[in-house]
């Protein structure tokens, strides 16, 4: 048998992913920059050449619209359907395209994330007689079973299904990938109401199936799956598939730099040997600092740009890695901590570094009394005008720091900083995007020559200071 068409609900509010959520639907939620449901589209094109594929839209449907269109893009023709009431669940939301199939169908949810899967292997299995497919995965994990489904099996067919089981009576883990026919739509209308649930459970309406002929079948997945239910369920998928691509990608360092002739070669030869490409801007030195740091191996942009926070957006616009990395030019953070920034970069999506771990700053350095304590402070007045986002912050100061290219991508819009109210800055718009960003200690050593041009001196700091207070409060308030 041959399958030609396809349907993905993805119409529900995904209440149990909040705060991701509130403004994104869950099957827009990115996974190493690219939408759940893109890569489940991929799917069903790559490995069962379906083309043609009806999406059922609700929550936030516009959204969807807008970013698949029609699906040229993607190489495949979509359709869409309207769920009028998503909060009356899955089942019921599937009878909205009941009109639109007449022959059996591959269903796949629209949330869940499938790594090195076989489903190349699917149309092997419908040979014979079926009332519907369901896909299964082995799993030692008894956890993922209780917070999916279960599935019994005799004589190579499945004979009952229980949603959310509260006792597992083996190692099989039912996933969303599905090929029903037509009857799938009289099942769910014969199909009580979950007594645990109040609606009607897809999960019940193919127990329903099982228990009459032709019966129901499984088709046992292999690679990697992920049902993407709550937040934590998306922070885990995520750190696996970059945790599996890490070593592909390419890191990018951008130091902003000016007259930083003394202390900037030293940076460049620390981080090169352990990264893709370091890219020193120079903000029209007038000193040697582009030469220095080009015969140091650098790649030099020489541009004459407003500050220090326009430098740094400027570097991080023209980088070319997968990840980049921001750090000071005077060598006072130093490449020894990279691979603890990078290592905690595979499960958030920026990493920030903090200064204020007094066993990790050299003797000497300007992070001492007013200063350390004055961006505790400042950082813990980010969290209390965040705090339904849980940040957790004690520098707000700090540049060195990791993030996606994505995740950049995401916060761009938002910032607007020149000088260094943009490290602050960062920190709320990645917070405003829905990002996950980690804070982790780091190494904070004296400059090599020269004076801070942004804490040199108390005049110095205080401007500094209400630079970035005034940027925090217009970020709180809206209007910046």
């Not at 709550?230 to 750190?239: E, G, I, L, S, V």
């Not at 109210?421 to 780091?442: G, H, N």
Request: aromatic share 8%; charged share 25%.
């Amino acid at each position: 048998m041959r399958i030609s068409k396809a349907l993905i609900p993805a119409a529900g509010r995904g209440l149990r992913a909040y705060p991701k959520t509130v403004r994104t639907p869950k099957v827009l939620l990115t996974i190493d920059g690219r939408a759940l449901i893109e890569r489940n589209i991929e799917l069903l094109r790559d490995s069962l050449g379906i083309r043609d594929i009806v999406i059922i839209v609700g929550h936030l449907g516009d959204q969807i619209r807008g970013a698949l269109g029609d699906g040229s893009r993607l190489g495949v023709a979509l359709r869409y359907v309207e769920c009028p009431r998503p909060d009356d669940g899955l089942a019921r939301g599937l009878l909205v395209a009941r009109d639109l199939f007449d022959e059996p169908f591959v269903t796949i949810l629209g949330d869940e994330l499938y790594l090195d899967s076989n489903h190349q292997r699917l149309p092997e299995c419908l040979g014979g007689e079926f009332s519907a497919v369901c896909g299964v995965l082995r799993t030692g994990d008894l956890h993922r079973i209780k917070r999916n489904y279960s599935v019994v099996m005799e004589g190579g067919r499945i004979v009952a299904l229980e949603e959310k089981p509260a006792v597992i009576r083996n190692d099989y883990l039912g996933c969303g990938t599905y090929v029903f026919t037509p009857g799938i739509f009289r099942a769910i209308e014969a199909t009580p109401p979950s007594p645990r649930s109040g609606r009607v459970e897809l999960t019940d309406a193919i127990h329903r199936q099982a228990q009459e002929p032709p019966g129901v079948i499984p088709f046992f997945l292999e690679g990697e799956y992920y049902n993407i239910n709550t937040q934590d369920d998306y922070n885990f998928a995520h750190f696996r598939v970059r945790q599996t691509r890490f070593a592909e990608k390419r890191v990018s360092v951008v130091i902003p730099a000016y007259n930083e002739e003394q202390s900037i070669a030293y940076v460049v030869r620390d981080f090169l040997p352990l990264v893709d490409e370091v890219l020193v801007v120079d903000n029209s030195s007038r000193d040697a600092t582009a030469r220095v740091a080009a015969e140091a191996g650098a790649r030099v942009e020489t541009v004459k740009l407003t500050g220090y926070g326009d430098t740094i957006r400027w570097g991080l616009d023209h980088a070319t890695g997968d990840i980049l990395v921001v750090v000071e030019a005077d060598l006072s953070f130093r490449a020894r901590d990279l691979s603890k920034l990078l290592e905690y970069l595979k499960d958030a999506d920026m990493v920030v570094g903090t200064r204020t771990t007094r066993e990790l700053v050299e003797q000497g350095t300007n992070m001492r009394g007013l200063v350390r304590w004055g961006n505790v402070v400042v950082a813990k007045l980010v969290e209390a005008l965040w705090w339904n986002l849980q940040p957790r912050f004690t520098d707000v100061g700090c540049t060195y720091r990791a993030l996606w290219r994505d995740t950049y991508e995401a916060m761009r819009p938002l910032l607007r900083g020149v000088g260094p109210e943009l490290s602050p800055e960062m920190m709320i718009a990645a917070l405003q995007a829905r990002q996950r960003v980690i804070e982790v200690p780091v190494s904070y050593h004296r400059r090599i020559a020269g004076e801070s041009k942004h804490s040199g001196n108390y005049f110095r700091i205080s401007r500094t200071a209400l630079r970035m207070l005034r940027t925090i409060l217009l970020k709180r308030l809206g209007v910046y």
